[in-house]
């Protein structure tokens, strides 16, 4: 049998017991979104088929059905043993977009509410020995106002820079069999000053028993340690014999291993990785392991011509990252999605720097009211990815302030949402609202596409320390934080010359030669400025109709050898924060 994405969705917390239930499901529309009220999950016969990760919207789903699609239902047989069934079952979805409701064996075992987190159930009890029907109901409405979208399009076609919609899974099930007691969660908190690690683990329940854990760099020990845990909850501060720190260029990882054996007899053990590294902001920049860095940042959405919101393999993760950094940006604004945790993986073992955000847009912020909608999600993805080094900050809102003319800003909705997050995770900078109306944040950033480098440079090249500019002064105020350019150039470049399918910003360069010119310069205004700590240039590749990457929707090249020299060479060039003398104490 053929299983896409056949590798295992979650490298930060694995078991040698697993089951990837990717591949062919049953599957059929629900236009009326009536099934659940009829108890198709009982009786409704399915006619089509699906390649599961793959949305119903895209071409490597089988399906290809791309007008809106209020509901659908997915189903599967999975064979159980009488081995398995002595411990705990676990069922693992990556994500569903939106509303998951599932069934086993014709019972109910929970629903999900979110498009983009990951989530389990414990289906033992519906569970029998052989041939077990697994069902899935997921709903979805981009035009609620009621879930958060991202890039969706809210019209039947893609426009501007709203693209294909994606329904129901897209990410990974899988199976994972556990004893009765196991490990449920690890939160890793490094200390490069101390050569350790501080580890907080959670169990499924409480026990009597003792855990062990094992660092090791290259095959060779580092850290060893053994407590007694009664409860279900431990922590414990393990020093490192060996100090090597992940950083851009020399991403250095430690295996860990956790192995706990409760006095009953049962034993679960979990295999994981983390990465010794600070993130620090003082002084007007942001420092990585006590260093300032510029963040040379790009933005990518993260869509695939034949799968939309899922990449076709692992290998196309990977090649993103490749991509970027063969241009000479050492990271990347994931942007308007939360990003599937094998791309985190992937970016924490190449030495890429990321951000973690949200996918707000299409969501109603105008009121605290709302947040029940919101922050469940949001807590849900900060829990999840905390571990990995190469997520450096947390962005929950992008462009808030005016978005789609309908969805005004509630301001105290956006300061709790940055109250939880710094609450969850005070370990990274959190930005509140990227680019247009701040009202708390540790990061001041904003956007600007002026296509023109004079005037561009007339606004942040001669910048000192402490200073911003802000065309949007009149809504937000800065108040000394670091300065951050998050989104500027977008210049379209259409190498189909399809003039009527193409979108960007402003007008479009007439030749490479006055594109690598606008590049440079507008790229040089940021690096050379002592009040700019970063940039993430508008974007890495086209995404449909919008022409505003460095590559094609296919990631392939779009422009003479020669310029994507001179972005690398523009982009690697030395910033001036990175020659500053400091001395103002850190903050994180």
């Known amino acids: 049998m053929n299983i896409p994405r056949e590798e295992h969705p979650r490298p930060q917390f694995t078991r040698a017991n697993w089951l990837n239930l990717n591949g062919e499901w049953d599957f059929e529309f629900d236009f009326s979104n009536s099934g ?40 599967r047989t999975i064979t159980i043993t009488e081995e398995q069934l002595r411990g ?98 690890l939160r890793v908190y490094p200390d490069i000053d101390n050569a350790s690690v501080t580890l907080s683990i959670w169990l499924s329940q409480p026990a009597q028993g003792s855990l062990s854990v094992f660092a090791s760099m290259d095959d060779k020990e580092c850290g060893c340690q053994r407590i007694n845990v009664t409860g279900d909850f431990a922590t414990l501060t393990l020093p490192l014999t060996e100090k090597r720190l992940w950083d851009l260029g020399d991403p250095a990882l430690y295996d860990l291993r956790l192995k706990l054996d409760c006095a009953d007899g049962a034993a679960d053990e979990v295999e994981t990785y983390f990465g010794l590294r600070s993130i620090t902001l003082g002084d007007g920049v942001i420092r990585l392991n006590n260093r300032p860095v510029f963040q040379r940042l790009v933005l990518d959405q993260g869509f695939y011509p034949n799968g939309v919101y899922t990449a076709p393999s692992d290998e196309a993760l990977i090649n993103d990252i490749k991509l970027s950094m063969d241009l000479g940006f050492n990271g990347a604004r994931l ?28 969501f109603d912020i105008s009121t605290t009211a709302n947040i029940a909608r919101y922050l469940p999600e949001w807590i849900s993805l900060v829990e999840r990815d905390f571990n990995h080094p190469a997520l450096i900050g947390w962005c929950p809102f992008n462009e808030t302030w005016d978005y789609m003319e309908k969805y005004q800003q509630d301001n105290d909705l956006l300061a709790i949402v940055y109250g939880v997050t710094k609450a969850l995770d005070p370990t990274r ?23 023109s480098p004079e005037t561009f440079h007339s606004r942040y090249g001669a910048l000192k320390k402490g200073q911003a500019y802000d065309q949007y002064s009149a809504r937000q105020s800065y108040a000394g934080q670091p300065f951050f350019v998050s989104e500027y150039g977008g210049a379209r470049w259409d190498v189909s010359q399809d003039s009527a399918d193409n979108w960007g910003y402003d007008d479009a360069p007439t030749s490479e030669d006055e594109y690598i010119a606008r590049y440079e310069g507008l790229t040089k205004a940021l690096l050379g400025s002592e009040g700019v700590c970063a940039f993430c240039y508008t974007q890495l590749y086209d995404v449909e109709q919008e022409k505003n990457g460095l590559y094609t929707y296919d990631r392939k090249r779009k422009f003479a050898d020669g310029v994507y020299q001179r972005i690398h060479d523009c982009n690697t060039a030395k910033a001036a924060i990175e020659n500053k003398k400091e001395g103002q104490k850190d903050t994180v």
């Open 36 to 75: 659940l009220e009829c108890d198709f999950y009982k009786t409704g016969g399915f006619s089509k088929k699906i390649s599961v990760p793959f949305c119903p919207e895209s071409k490597l789903s089988g399906i290809g059905y791309t007008d809106f699609i209020p509901a659908v239902w997915y189903r």
């Open 88 to 185: 705990r079952v676990l069922l693992h979805f990556g994500a569903v977009d939106y509303h998951a409701v599932v069934f086993v064996n014709n019972q109910k075992v929970g629903e999900h509410v979110g498009g983009y987190g990951s989530f389990e159930f414990d289906i033992t009890p519906c569970l029998a020995a052989g041939c077990n029907t697994l069902r899935v109901y997921a709903e979805d409405d981009v035009k609620s106002g009621k879930q958060p979208t991202g890039k969706q399009s809210d019209r039947l076609h893609s426009y501007g820079c709203f693209y294909s919609r994606t329904t129901g899974i897209w990410q990974t099930v899988w199976l994972e069999f556990v004893p009765q007691t196991y490990i449920k969660k």
């Open 335 to 362: 942007h308007e999605k939360a990003f599937e945790e094998r791309f985190l993986y992937h970016a924490d073992r190449l030495g890429y720097l990321v951000w973690g955000e949200y996918a707000n847009w299409g």
């Open 429 to 451: 900078p959190v930005i509140d609202t990227s680019g247009n109306y701040h009202v708390i944040t540790d990061i001041y950033d904003v956007h600007d596409y002026d296509q």
